[in-house]
């Protein structure tokens, strides 16, 4: 039976992953590593399904960054279709379990085909309130900060706001995260142990999990355990407790 989320006042309101692995999972299997782009695909709904029986309300993934589009234009073309067809392929089970999706990232350099999906998406699952499932998608912090920032001036410029009012509050409003608390809680798949340009600002007091899994390989079951023991974890926020 589903756990009522006050049953776990201690848990991570607000878990973000950054879904790594998928590439040394094909090739461990001989594979393309588009194989295991689609094989990590498979693994988000379990997650997301899982969120209420752990108490998490937002959780946030983290999809394609600012700085991917290095890779091959095949691997890029084919994280793109494959954004696609997932978006066609999951948007009725998200609305049917009440998830309300939202993505953050710059959507200038996306293919109009993608925004227009991720539009639609957003609309059509906008008043579920079960789980709140945000897909970074061309995401990066330095990116999302440097854009709130020309947004920012542009505002001082015409008069709308005066440096004055310019504090982390303010800044916050700007950012794409805008409508979301900060996360309680980060979790990295695949070993390695950074940030790679994710949620900078808003993790400013996370606590973080580095997991040696490969994200296709993330299961509910180690989710359930990884936030499960969030609650031994004594968060201090600068303050001082003895
Ligand atoms: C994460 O898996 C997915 C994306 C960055 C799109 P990777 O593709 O980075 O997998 P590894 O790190 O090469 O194994
Ligand atoms: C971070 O993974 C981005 C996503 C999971 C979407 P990367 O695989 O791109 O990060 P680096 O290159 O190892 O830092
Ligand atoms: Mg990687």
């Known amino acids: ?92 089970a998200l609305f049917q379990d009440g998830v309300r999706v939202r993505f953050i990232g710059d959507r200038i350099k996306l293919d109009s085909k993608l925004v227009t999906l991720m539009d639609n998406l957003e609309l059509y699952t906008a008043d579920n309130d079960k789980v709140h499932l945000t897909i970074a998608l061309n995401y990066g912090s330095r990116d999302e900060v440097t854009r709130a920032a020309q947004r920012l001036a542009v505002e001082i410029e015409q008069g709308r706001l005066s440096h004055k009012d310019v504090d982390a509050e303010t800044l916050s409003r700007f950012l794409d995260t805008r409508f979301l608390p900060d996360p309680d809680l980060v979790i990295r798949t695949s070993g390695e142990a950074r940030i790679s340009n994710f949620l900078l600002w808003q993790s400013a007091y996370a606590e973080y999990e580095f997991l040696d899994t490969l994200w296709p390989d993330f299961t509910a079951e180690e989710f359930a355990k990884v936030v499960g023991s969030f609650g031994s974890r004594e968060r201090r926020f600068g303050g001082a407790t003895v």
């Open 1 to 92: 039976m589903a756990k009522d989320t006050t049953d776990t006042p201690q848990g991570p309101q607000h878990v973000a992953i950054i879904m790594d692995g998928n590439g040394r999972w094909a090739q461990q299997r001989g594979r393309p590593r588009l194989f295991g782009h689609h094989a990590g695909a498979r693994r988000v709904r379990e997650i997301v399904e899982s969120c209420p029986d752990v108490g998490v309300k937002y959780l946030t993934i983290f999809a394609f960054s600012t700085e991917n589009w290095k890779r091959t234009q095949s691997e890029v073309a084919g994280l793109m279709r494959l954004f696609r067809r997932y978006i066609e392929r999951e948007a009725k």
